[in-house]
């Protein structure tokens, strides 16, 4: 059984003949009556929503824990635990002061929320800026493997932005033209998130970033850029965290945008046209910036959860199974429902996690290993899975794919799976040969221009060159079709995501779930029991990570 699956597997990660037929299937027992009993209990008020650091994260810490142990997984955390410490740092920003100082002489005042945010992960003290020179940097983007440099100047090497404050477009060069395909036409590339642009800046030794909000191409309107930077910043622990990012992390209204160009004797219009353009270079915008805000760093502890199940004859190797345990605990504390449950976001993915171990502890033995994490801070950033992928346990050469599970399908039975970032690897091969056995079909993401292959735990992973797999449930709901599984979503979404509404229900149709559940287990015994590397596309931002790590695998 397991022969076959292997054969047809290793076949498909080369090439998918037109005409090729699912292996036959080494069947799991997935039960929906489990999975729903798990969400029962860690989405329970008596789990007070799984804040981070608080009461329930010890009590979510050994019922996890306790469930791996009965599936046959062993701790696979810290010196022989089940978990992995993670150091965060907090930062809180105050009384920011600042200004834009023209080449006339005058000033403009930035006030929070109103003009500018203003945020930082990369300082521990407090910040001042004394006429630091503004930059404009198209969409900041360095990617050698599309011949495309935003900070190259006349001469063709980069510019020293060391000290100065980029300005710059959110999204791709292709999200106005997706005809150009010079990325990814509509569909996002990291290159095009704002954490790549923070993180691009602090790499060149940039103080600061502004980027210009623009609704479309963000995916959101300002109100959530200004509630999204208005309280506390985390992060890991680092060293020196503005190695990682820049002092000032901001956006600045599309209004005061123009405002600044125009007052700087440029025409953004004309300027964001060149930005699509490889021939593009900065441009000094003449204008500086100065002013102050106070940094308060403080540094906080919170687990990973981990557990394993080693391979039999390639132990090192790793085939990963993800989804984060935390939710937003005591959310509306003024409300009659004070807790935000977390039942969908993110119990499903624990509970699927603790299923799809029972699994492979009935199972034979995997010739690899399999390792369970559920990460903690994933409402805080991704930052149980950033830490991970700082400080892994297994060897993320020696890791060799993984799948991650995030809010996951409680209304029934699709026709279709969604694949997240679709086109990145081989893996999307092995979704198509599993979802054709369940007589399911793979859809486009709706709307990927807005990057949701970015925002979950898999990516700190994926950045390290991990390939990750994230796909579940589309809206195509066999009973009900598209209009069904669009009403579901948008419930959701009004009234239950982040919200007290978030609770476990008795009325759930967990089918879907459990057919989800069942592809998961398939991918990755398929994997646990092969010599297959899945790869990524030679398109691909993340392929070059990989391609470091192939002289330490063998």
Not at 156 to 162: E, L, M, N, S, T
Not at 384 to 395: D, K, T
Not at 432 to 450: D, F, G, N, S, V
Request: hydrophobic share 40%; proline share 5%.
């Amino acid at each position: 059984m397991f022969k076959s699956v292997l054969l047809a597997t290793a076949a498909l990660v080369i090439a998918l003949p037109a005409t090729a037929k699912p292996p036959a299937a080494n069947a799991p027992v997935i039960s929906a009556a489990r999975i729903s009993q798990d969400i029962k209990v860690i989405s329970a008020d008596d789990f007070e929503g799984r804040g981070i650091t608080t009461r329930a994260e010890q009590k979510t810490i050994d019922y996890l824990s306790k469930s791996f142990a009965a599936a046959g997984f062993q701790p696979g955390g810290d010196n022989g635990t089940w978990t992995q410490d993670v150091h965060l740092r907090q930062f809180v920003v105050s009384d920011p002061k600042l200004a834009f100082n023209l080449a006339d002489g005058k000033t403009v005042d930035l006030h929070q929320g109103v003009e500018i945010t203003v945020s930082t992960r990369g300082a521990t003290s407090d910040v001042t800026f004394d006429k630091a020179p503004l930059v404009f940097v198209g969409y900041g983007v360095s990617a050698p493997e599309r011949n495309w440099n935003d900070f190259k100047g006349p001469d063709g090497k980069d510019i020293d932005v060391r000290g100065k404050i980029l300005v710059e477009l959110i999204n791709d060069p292709d999200f106005v033209e997706p005809q150009l395909m010079t990325f990814n036409g509509k569909a996002m590339t990291y290159y095009g998130r704002w954490t790549y642009k923070y993180e691009e800046a602090a790499r060149r030794g940039a103080a600061g970033v502004l980027i210009i909000h623009d609704a479309d191409a963000a995916s959101y309107g300002w109100d959530t850029v200004r509630n999204s930077n208005n309280g506390s910043k985390f992060d890991i622990v680092r060293p020196d965290p503005s190695t990682a990012s820049p002092k000032l992390e901001s956006w600045i209204s599309h209004e005061t945008a123009d405002a600044l160009f125009k007052a700087a004797g440029q025409d953004l219009a004309a300027l964001r046209v060149k930005a699509r353009s490889r021939d593009f270079r900065p441009v000094d915008l003449n204008v500086t910036l100065s002013g102050s805000y106070k940094v308060a760093a403080t540094e906080i502890t919170t687990h990973n959860i981990i557990a394993r199940l080693s391979g039999t004859e390639r132990p090192d190797d790793t085939i990963l199974y993800t989804g984060h345990w935390d939710h937003l605990g005591i959310c509306a504390p003024d409300a009659k429902d004070k807790i935000c449950n977390g039942a969908v976001d993110n119990g499903t993915g624990v509970a699927a996690l603790l299923e799809i171990a029972r699994a492979f502890g009935k199972a034979p033995k995997p010739k690899r290993s399999i390792v369970m994490i559920a990460f903690t801070a994933e409402e805080s950033g991704l930052l149980g899975s950033e830490y991970y992928a700082n400080n892994p346990v297994y060897p993320l050469a020696l890791t060799v794919a993984g799948i991650n599970m995030d809010a996951l399908n409680v209304n029934g039975r699709t026709k279709d799976i969604v694949v997240e970032g679709v086109g990145q690897s081989s893996l999307d091969d092995l979704v198509k040969l599993y979802a054709t056995e369940q007589h399911r079909t793979i859809t486009p993401e709706p709307r990927p221009e807005a990057g949701g292959f970015f925002r979950s735990d898999h990516f700190p992973l994926v950045k390290r060159g991990v390939p990750m797999l994230v796909a579940g449930s589309g809206d195509d709901m066999v009973k009900g079709g598209v209009k069904a599984g669009e009403a579901f979503s948008k419930d959701y979404t009004d009234n239950r995501y982040h919200q007290p509404g978030d609770e476990w229900s008795a009325k759930w149709d967990l089918s879907g779930l459990v057919e989800d559940a069942t592809l998961y287990y398939r991918i990755g015994s398929a994997l646990a029991n092969s010599t297959v590397w899945p790869t990524w596309r030679d398109t691909s931002e993340f392929k070059g990570a990989r391609d470091k790590t192939a002289a330490e695998r063998k």
